[in-house]
């Protein structure tokens, strides 16, 4: 089976800097992978999915990059309401297995 | 407008089976290409995959819970089933469903989830 990786667990950085999650496949998955936000509290939120396709109404600061085994979820510019745990999440058709979460707060 | 609902008990003892339904609104599972999924969160803990069922029936589970776990749909009620065996405190979690608009697409409309604790 699949099994997802995330890099850092968790960060602390400034409003303004540039963040960037790491997620690693045990195998290759194409572009199936998709980012999500949860805030505290609150349901999860489909970011980004096909690696790099982001959603409709989530900001452009997020950007998704990545294929085969490796993928990096970047905000360019970190917000207060950006404080949150980015799960990615491989979704071929026989498995959504998701990683373990880096959860992201402010310095 | 998309909505869905998960429903059940809140409280189940250990070895006992877990039931629950997930309401649905604003689309179809007779629809090709649709799905609907149940994750769960323990407390504190990460989002874990359970199950996954298509529009025409077929049933993805996750290999470390598919002896215990068996998803199905009613489309009549625009609802699906998820039951889960032998229930364990380590079951303890909150437990969402959400749909998947295509075959291969992640989840993109959730229900607010549901709480379920196991203890005797």
């Known amino acids: 089976d699949i099994q997802m990786t995330q890099s850092p667990s968790s960060l602390s950085a400034s409003v303004g800097d540039r963040v960037t999650i790491t997620c690693r496949a045990s195998?290759?998955?194409?572009?199936?992978l998709a980012w999500y936000q949860q805030k505290p509290g609150k349901v999860p939120n489909l970011l980004i999915r096909a690696a790099s396709t982001l959603q409709s109404g989530v900001p452009s600061r997020f950007s998704g990059s990545g294929s085969g085994t490796d993928f990096t979820l970047t905000i360019s510019s970190l917000q207060p309401e950006d404080v949150a745990t980015y799960y990615c999440q491989n979704y071929n058709s026989a498995r959504f297995t998701f990683g373990p979460g880096t959860k992201v707060d402010l310095k | 407008q998309i909505t869905l609902k998960e429903s059940g008990p809140t409280l189940v003892k250990p070895t006992q089976t877990l039931t629950l339904t997930c309401t649905f609104s604003?689309?179809?599972?007779?629809?090709?290409?649709?799905?609907v999924g149940w994750i769960r969160q323990p407390p504190g803990e990460a989002l874990e995959w359970l199950a996954l069922i298509y529009w025409d029936d077929d049933r993805r589970y996750s290999p470390s819970l598919r002896s215990r776990l068996t998803i199905t749909k009613d489309t009549s009620k625009n609802q699906v089933v998820l039951t889960m065996t032998n229930m364990d405190p380590v079951d303890t979690a909150t437990y969402y469903c959400a749909q998947s608009k295509y075959y291969a697409f992640p989840f993109d409309n959730w229900g607010q989830g549901t709480l379920v604790t196991v203890s005797s």
């Open positions: 604003g689309f179809s599972l007779t629809t090709s290409g649709v799905g």
């Open positions: 195998q290759g998955i194409s572009n199936y």
